[in-house]
């Protein structure tokens, strides 16, 4: 099983930019979740998925979009970028979406906005 | 909202220490994670507790219900220890995974 992947490994993007960040998995997971990872703080949820056709906001999802067509994928779009969106963004996800379940992470993505 | 807390935020130890990173958070639980990341960034799940002690090789996490916090101890320290140690508090289960975490303790283990 290859697990959570993530693509791109590392984007540059200019101000008003648009792009979508791919997240796959192969553990047939019904719950997956995008987060950002910034210096100083911790992780911090961006919207998250409870099976397909299902997605719901997290705690920072303003300039974010996502859809979820399959259980395997879980795409994030960034609408237009701007700086404040330079971050390390993870994709996870876990059998159920239960708090006690274990989180399986994608290897992340370096994005930085010009 | 859960507010959870790491301490120390950096530490460094030389190999064969006993190391513990503390977390503690504001808000009942049902669920406490210990994630460990990777120098090169990868993050992969270590423990999850909801109430007494978990053992995995050197590493031993316990979890304290009723004062709020949980450690991570590393006993015997190595090289390959050094990472960010991350704690994450889960609420009492919803619908959807919401997990608030720690800022992360920065373990360097020098030869």
């Known amino acids: 099983n290859a697990g959570v992947t993530q693509t791109p490994k590392f984007q540059v993007l200019k101000t008003g930019q648009s792009m979508t960040l791919q997240c796959a998995q192969d553990?047939?997971?019904?719950?997956m979740s995008w987060y950002r990872q910034d210096p100083g703080m911790g992780l911090r949820l961006i919207h998250y998925?409870?099976?397909?056709?299902?997605?719901d906001q997290g705690e920072v999802p303003n300039g974010y979009n996502v859809s979820r067509s399959t259980t395997e994928d879980f795409p994030l779009r960034l609408l237009s970028a701007a700086p404040s969106q330079t971050s390390v963004y993870f994709c996870?996800?876990?059998?159920?979406?239960?708090?006690?379940?274990?989180?399986?992470f994608g290897p992340g993505t370096r994005l930085t906005v010009l | 909202k859960n507010e959870v807390e790491q301490s120390p935020q950096n530490l460094t130890a030389q190999e064969g220490e006993f190391i513990t990173i503390n977390c503690s958070y504001s808000v009942g639980i049902s669920a406490l994670h210990w994630l460990q990341q990777h120098p090169g960034g990868g993050i992969v799940s270590l423990f999850m507790l909801s109430s007494g002690k978990k053992k995995h090789g050197r590493l031993i996490a316990t979890i304290n219900i009723q004062e709020k916090h949980s450690s991570l101890h590393i006993t015997a320290s190595h090289p390959r220890d050094s990472a960010v140690y991350i704690c994450?508090?889960?609420?009492?289960?919803?619908?959807?995974?919401?997990?608030?975490f720690g800022e992360g303790t920065q373990l360097t283990v020098n030869p």
């Open positions: 994450a508090a889960g609420p009492q289960e919803t619908s959807g995974s919401r997990l608030t």
């Open positions: 998925s409870v099976g397909a056709g299902i997605t």
């Open positions: 553990m047939n997971h019904e719950y």
């Open positions: 996870a996800s876990s059998y159920s979406g239960l708090v006690s379940d274990t989180q399986y």
